[in-house]
């Protein structure tokens, strides 16, 4: 650290002492206080440093709470794949056979199980079932979706079953254009390489006729049955097939050259977002409101960091252009303790202690302020939030930590102002417990 970063440091630190607000994640009031900050928005994104951190988990549950109670929200969206949390969507509903959240979260069996298979989400989607339960209308009740596109195979495959019921003979030609993928249902990635070695062709044609299909099979079946219950089919089918499409295009992309597999995704998560956001007004005849729950990296405006260098997109670039002000972004961080994370891809869930920040961070310089829990207001326009718009590293924790390679693996520069509306500090935090 130069003596002039040093000097800054200060500086901000002595600020930040005078301007954040103590956060008491127990209190009400804390929650109160980020709502008036929210105002109006209909998307709030709230964000986690990690992928296995419980004060996270604990926070954006009690906030998505209150913003339901309090300001009319009427959905989650995750950071989860589409097909995997259609079924906890059920789940809180009161839809089908399935009564316990445990059972509901088994759904997510793919790397990293723990993101969403623990012990918080079972209090959380337990919450979403008792408040839903009060009601009888199925346009008052929180709907739970998913935002991601890993689930190639099984969101085909849910197309075709939906066909069978409804329309074999659809089902048929979606069988044989979604056939195309061939060996793809053991890794879609091998699909991917098999077309960039050009040992099979490209199943693009397919999925995007299917995609239209889906749609035109979607709008006559509307015409004929227009109920809450036909509509919530049809979207459900009709995102299924997008999925495909779009998984296609992401596993293709990621063996060829010149392809950004990241932008694919987080484009995908925001149109996902928006689909999701059209259905509710759909059933709803107002304007949604949304809650989403995602990474840092997502839901922060790529633009205010080192990733847009890298022409990269994220979901809260996208969200900010197209609702501008009528969003909210929640960021988190932390700076020591125990985080859920596995050492390796596909690797099991430990719990990892995470190492001091590295000096001159974001991390390193909250760490060193009086409060160890607190609420900064990025939209307040003070001198502290003007220093925040300096260029600071900022640790993200993904599935994976290495904390032997810390500032490559998981270090990179941002200017917060401009990254979040609004961050939230805990000093010391705890990892998530995986169900068993």
């Not at 337990?126 to 739970?144: A, M």
Request: hydrophobic residues 35%; glycine residues 4%.
């Amino acid at each position: 650290m130069t003596k002039q970063t040093h000097i800054i440091s200060n500086k901000i630190i002595k600020l930040l002492n005078d301007t954040v607000v103590a956060f008491d994640a127990t209190k009400t009031s804390s929650y109160q206080k980020i709502g008036d900050l929210i105002g109006n928005a209909r998307i709030v994104l709230m964000g986690e440093a990690t992928h296995g951190t419980t004060e996270f988990y604990q926070v954006r549950m009690k906030l998505s709470k209150y913003l339901i109670q309090e300001k009319g929200f009427q959905a989650i969206a995750i950071e989860g794949d589409w097909t995997s949390a259609y079924p906890i969507h059920h789940y809180c509903q009161g839809i089908g056979r399935i009564d316990d959240a445990k059972e509901a979260l088994n759904s997510f069996v793919r790397f990293p199980r723990w993101m969403w298979y623990n012990t918080d989400m079972v209090e959380f989607i337990q919450q979403l079932r008792q408040y839903n339960d009060n009601y009888k209308d199925k346009s008052d009740k929180i709907g739970f979706y998913g935002l991601d596109l890993y689930c190639l195979t099984e969101a085909a495959q849910a197309v075709i079953n939906y066909l069978e019921q409804h329309d074999p003979e659809a089902a048929k030609k979606a069988a044989k254009r979604y056939a195309c993928f061939d060996h793809a249902h053991i890794d879609p990635q091998l699909y991917g390489y098999a077309v960039e070695k050009k040992l099979k062709k490209s199943c693009s044609a397919d999925v995007t006729t299917q995609l239209i299909e889906a749609y035109y099979l979607a709008y006559q079946k509307l015409n004929i049955e227009n109920d809450l219950d036909s509509k919530e089919q049809q979207f459900y089918m009709t995102q299924n097939a997008r999925v495909v499409k779009n998984a296609e295009n992401y596993y293709r992309a990621m063996f060829e050259a010149n392809q950004n597999t990241w932008n694919i995704r987080d484009q995908h998560m925001a149109d996902t977002l928006q689909n999701i956001m059209s259905h509710l007004e759909t059933l709803t005849n107002k304007p949604a409101k949304v809650i989403v729950w995602a990474h840092n990296s997502h839901i922060g405006d790529a633009r205010a960091t080192e990733m847009s260098e890298r022409q990269e997109v994220n979901l809260g670039q996208l969200v900010r252009e197209r609702f501008n002000t009528t969003s909210f972004s929640l960021g988190f961080s932390t700076a020591v303790g125990v985080v859920t994370a596995a050492s390796k891809w596909g690797g099991k869930a430990e719990y990892k202690l995470i190492n001091s920040p590295l000096k001159g961070s974001y991390e390193w310089l909250f760490h060193q302020l009086n409060e160890k829990n607190f609420l900064v207001n990025l939209r307040e326009k003070n001198y502290v939030t003007e220093l925040l718009k300096l260029s600071h590293l900022q640790r993200a924790i993904g599935v994976i930590y290495s904390p032997e390679t810390e500032r490559m693996s998981h270090y990179y520069f941002s200017h917060l102002s401009y990254q979040f509306d609004a961050l939230i500090h805990f000093d010391q935090t705890q990892g998530l417990t995986p169900l068993k």
